[in-house]
């Protein structure tokens, strides 16, 4: 049975290292309802990094003629970096019917609520200690010092955004924490609103005659 559903944009934000990357890839993995958006950014591309599956790696005069280009749903200034949204994917993807993945911060997600609030569905994950997130940025390697310290210093900032999220996660086990997002994914699409093909599933229930033992 396939009741048509509005696809929804559900949005993963935290302080770096809080292992939200780590669990986005698990979700889109397990979920093939579920499309990942890529972003367009000016940082440079981390050796585990590809072109096209982590990020679109663009310089800052193409990132400019995106945004003003209004190519991007959403775009902020992360770390000295840009960052920002296609929208064009996103739109295709909900036409069809797919589901949206976003790993953006709290600058991003507001833009996002102030366009479609009622597609959106938003979770911010917490570390459990502030140790935990260096030891999760020190063990990956892919960043220098210098940008550790500051990805901890702008931690505390990031973090104060939680209450504006629908949903907050303490990721102390990784299982756990995707257990519950999944939960909440499939709690999300069972919303009445969302369900936009009900009406007309719940009229052919009724008119369907029963066969009875009698
Ligand atoms: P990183 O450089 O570690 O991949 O990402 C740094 C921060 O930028 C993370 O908090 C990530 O969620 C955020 N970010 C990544 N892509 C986007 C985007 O397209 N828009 C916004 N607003 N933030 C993003």
Excluded at 43 to 66: L, P, Q, T, V, W
Excluded at 139 to 159: H, L, P, Y
Excluded at 164 to 181: G, M, P, Q
Excluded at 194 to 199: E, F
């Amino acid at each position: 049975m396939n009741i048509v559903r509005r696809g929804l944009m559900l949005v993963l934000s935290s302080p770096s290292g809080a292992g939200k990357t780590t669990i986005a890839k698990s979700l889109l993995k397990q979920d093939k309802n579920l499309k990942n958006s890529v972003s367009v950014t000016t940082r440079s591309k981390r050796y585990s990094e590809a072109h096209g599956k982590d990020y679109f790696f663009k310089d800052i005069e193409e990132f400019i003629r995106m945004r003003d280009n209004e190519e991007l749903l959403e775009n902020a200034h992360v770390f000295g970096n840009y960052y920002g949204t296609p929208k064009e994917f996103v739109f295709e993807q909900l036409e069809k019917g797919f589901d949206v993945i976003f790993d953006i911060d709290w600058q991003g997600t507001q833009q996002i609520a102030h366009l479609a609030r009622n597609d959106l569905v938003t979770i911010f994950i917490l570390p459990p200690t502030l140790q935990t997130l260096y030891e999760r940025l020190e063990s990956r390697g892919e960043d220098n010092v210098e940008t550790i310290n500051k990805r901890m210093q702008d931690a505390s900032a990031e973090i104060s955004h939680w209450p504006e999220y629908d949903y907050v996660i303490v990721n102390e086990n990784f299982e756990k924490s995707l257990e519950k997002i999944t939960a909440i994914l499939e709690a999300e699409r069972s919303k009445r609103t969302r369900q936009i093909g009900l009406a007309e599933f719940v009229n052919q229930l009724r008119q369907c005659s029963v066969q009875t033992s009698e």
